[in-house]
């Protein structure tokens, strides 16, 4: 019993790690969901230090411009470079997590070419993009600072990046986020099930052994949504078309006898009525006959 809600428990945690866990260029911090997947562009984003290095970055996934003399053990996964006329000197490798720091998602990438005079040392950066509503299209990222100075040496690289992406936004939950959803609810609702049954088992039954974990029969359960169906259907309405109809001398369909009663009039008032309805179908087929035949049908002239 304590293996089996240990395991119970242990897979309400993963299915809440799951849960939490964001989409590539994504974030959370509290209330705030910073989405920056708009910003991954199938052309590389350009620009220049103060010095006029030219450097080239994308958002999120590797770059697509072409690099020379790059000595790094995977190029095709660099984020971004600096053109140098040596060759090209890697940022670090592209990166889709991004980490929310005073308010600011920045996107961190590691792994890069290796530092000049620093043997084992590789560069790295660390790109913060700053909400601003007055940019209306994508921004341009811009070099802040780097370490070292200079730019033969420089191995660590800070860029900002202003654009209105970067603003918190809602989280989009499409078809995904309702399955996902829809899924939590219902393991929440089946291992609560479980719990309540195990404990209602054990101590008032007073069953023992896995007699005390309740049972999933889907016939009852849909045994039990049928029944809530037809408790639901009005009691008047018949299953003819709904309405009330006569069904008998003295009786209407789909009425209570208290009902029914009202409807049929004061005692023998349906017996009069049947004679008289009788009574002028006869009247009915005798003005259809002519004056000089009889009952029998014979004319007499």
């Known amino acids: 019993m304590r293996l089996f809600l240990s395991l119970c428990g242990f ?71 600096s053109q140098h006329e040596r060759g090209s000197f890697s940022l670090g490798y592209a990166n889709t997590s991004l980490a929310v720091i005073n308010g600011y998602p920045v996107s961190i990438m590691t792994g890069g070419s290796e530092c ?16 601003d509503t007055s940019v209306f299209g994508s921004g341009k990222p811009e070099l802040v600072a780097q370490l070292p ?6 191995c660590a690289f800070f860029v900002d990046w202003r654009t209105h992406v970067a603003c918190p936004t809602h989280e989009k939950t499409g078809a995904v ?14 291992m609560l099930y479980i719990l309540v049954g195990t404990f209602y088992n054990r101590y008032v039954l007073e069953l023992r052994g896995f007699d005390q974990i309740p049972r999933i029969s889907f016939a009852g359960i849909a045994e039990f949504a049928r029944s809530c169906v037809d408790r639901l259907k009005p009691s008047s309405w018949h299953t003819g078309g709904g309405g009330w109809t006569r069904r008998t001398r ?12 009202l409807m049929a009039g004061p005692p023998g008032f349906l017996d009069e009525q049947d004679e008289e309805e009788s009574h002028a179908a006869a009247a009915g087929e ?13 004319i007499r002239l």
């Open 11 to 81: 897979a309400a945690l993963s299915l809440r790690a799951a849960m939490a866990e964001d989409a590539p260029c994504t974030a959370h911090d509290g209330d705030n969901y910073y989405d920056l997947t708009s910003l991954s562009a199938s052309k590389d984003y350009q620009f220049e230090s103060p010095s006029g290095v030219k450097f080239v970055i994308n958002v999120c996934k590797p770059i697509v411009s072409e690099t020379w003399a790059l000595k790094v053990d995977r190029p095709e996964d660099v984020g971004g470079v």
């Open 116 to 131: 000049t005079g620093a043997q084992g040392v590789y560069a790295s950066s660390a790109i913060r993009f700053v909400c």
């Open 149 to 154: 100075s200079s730019d033969n040496d420089a």
């Open 177 to 190: 986020g309702f399955v996902t959803v829809f899924l939590a609810v219902l393991g929440t609702l089946l």
């Open 250 to 261: 003295g009786a209407y369909r789909g009425l209570t006898g208290e009902e029914g009663g």
């Open 286 to 298: 005798h003005s259809t006959r002519p004056a000089e035949m009889d009952s029998d049908g014979v």
